[in-house]
Structure formats: structure tokens, C-alpha cells
């Protein structure tokens, strides 16, 4: 019995060390084509111990953080990004969050987004709840306070502002 426990382990982790060596390959693969078009800004691992590629596409008035995860061969568009303008010196505006949840990709480029308002002095991050988010609001919500922003709704109206303060 405890031989069969002892071998399902080792095949476990002979499975999970296969499946991050075919992540590093094709990490490094996706490295180069990300690098012809965007800003490379970090590589992280998400909360499934996949590997993924942050990047940007950034220029005066826009800033969009971008997310790759190697578990898949990169196919020129993104697996998730966060869509901002630089409302003015003082504050960027998320105008647009797109890509699955629940798999920490959220996480991982909200992060950098506050990183680059940090790093560009930038003290504010706004942005909107709107009514055709209203279905998952608990879960805007949720996310929003992990990463230290305040969330004002409006119950009536479905709608509701997110402000992080740097």
C-alpha cells in the first residue's frame, strides 16, 4: 500500500516537472515574438503554476498591460490585459478589463499597472462599475479590495467607481 502512495507521487512529480519544462520552452519561444511588437515586463506564475508573460503597449495616452500564459503556444493576441488612459498627471482610468477569471491573471497585470503608476508617479487609479457588470459584482468587488482599491456602488443606479490610491 504505501508503495503504491509513494509511486503515484513520483509519477505526480515526474508529470508536474514534465509539464513546467514544455512551459519553459515555450515560454522562451513566446519571449521572442512578444519582444518584436511589445515591452517585455516581467514573467510571473499564476496561482495553477502556470507560467506567463506580462507585457505592455504604452505611448502618452494609453496603457495596456498584457498576459500570456506558456501553457498555450502564443497566437499574436493576448490571454488578458487591462485597458487604461492617462486621464492626466495625476491618475490613470481602466477603461476596460477582458479574459477568463479565477485564474490570477487579473492579479498578475493589476500589479503591474499599479508598478507602472508608482514608477511614473502617478498616485491614482480610477475606474468604473457599470451596470452590465452587475452580475458579477460581488466578484469586481472582491478583486478590487485585494489589491487595495475603495469601491463606492450604487445600488440603484448598478453602477459604482474603484479608486486606488498609490
Not at 21 to 47: C, H, P, S, Y
Not at 93 to 98: A, E, Q, T
Not at 124 to 141: E, K
Amino acid at each position: 500500500m504505501m508503495q503504491n502512495v509513494m509511486e503515484r507521487k513520483s509519477l505526480s512529480a515526474d508529470k508536474g516537472r514534465k509539464s513546467l519544462e514544455f512551459q519553459v520552452l515555450r515560454m522562451q519561444n513566446d519571449l521572442k515574438e512578444i519582444a518584436k511588437k511589445w515591452d517585455i515586463l516581467g514573467v510571473e506564475q499564476t496561482k495553477d503554476e502556470h507560467l506567463t508573460i506580462v507585457y505592455k503597449l504604452e505611448n502618452k495616452h494609453q496603457c495596456k498591460i498584457m498576459l500570456n500564459d506558456c501553457s498555450t503556444s502564443f497566437q499574436g493576441i493576448w490571454d488578458f490585459s487591462i485597458d487604461a488612459i492617462y486621464e492626466d498627471s495625476d491618475s490613470i482610468f481602466i477603461g476596460d478589463i477582458r479574459g477568463p477569471a479565477n485564474r490570477g491573471y487579473g492579479s498578475i497585470c493589476i500589479q503591474y499597472l499599479q508598478e507602472l503608476a508608482k514608477d511614473q508617479n502617478i498616485p491614482y487609479i480610477r475606474g468604473d462599475i457599470a451596470p452590465r457588470d452587475w452580475d458579477h459584482v460581488n466578484r469586481l468587488v472582491h478583486f478590487y479590495e485585494k489589491h487595495r482599491f475603495s469601491v463606492h456602488l450604487d445600488e440603484e443606479s448598478k453602477s459604482g467607481k474603484i479608486v486606488w490610491n498609490g
